[in-house]
């Protein structure tokens, strides 16, 4: 069953666990589907092990959660239909964020109440905190308005349709600063796959 338990390979396991051990057995292995197949570019390698490194870290052992399970499911499929770009990787992060709990809600500024969907805004990522323009006097993770535009859009796509249209360059930074920033302050450290990632991508020096 080696060739059935490799990395980002999605399978259905057939396991017995005695009361009282911590190890199972395996009695049987079956390949749903390879995510790791003919074709895959080494930017699609590179981002598929950010994705499950991002899962193993949200995800806590012996506590399943399916909504994540289908959120890399969908990610994994999108990247193997359309090919890996940042802007899926954005996503991910994103919606790793949100269902983790971790996302705040960015429509509102949290000082005036005056909206900020697709407003030039600042994110207090150690409060939780967003504000206008106005009211965050430079304080904050700043995101430009299409950038706004595009967090909102991408919490109200599916990954194939928001990864089918690349993002901006300046947008696709903003939103890098914002999720960087988020998934360090609560897993306390940076993901070992993250640089690699940068260097295959070209990000190098952003």
Known sequence: MAGALEPLTHVRVEFYVREGRE???????????????RNLSVEGVCAFTYFA??????????QPSE?????????????EALGVNLALVRYYELWALKLAGFLPNYDYCSNCGSCVKESELYARVDTGDVRCARCARGSGIFLRAESAANLQRACASPPQIFAAQPL??????????????????????????YPVLKQVFGMRGR
């Open 168 to 193: 901006p360059e300046r947008s696709e930074r903003d939103l890098e600063r914002l999720t960087q920033a988020l998934l360090e302050l609560h897993l306390e450290k940076q993901l070992k796959s």
């Open 53 to 62: 490194e991002i899962a193993q870290e949200f995800v806590q052992e012996d």
């Open 23 to 37: 190890l199972s057995y395996i009695r049987q292995c079956e390949i749903v589907r390879s995510y790791l197949g």
């Open 67 to 79: 909504v994540h399970f289908r959120l890399l499911l969908a990610v994994l499929a999108a990247g």
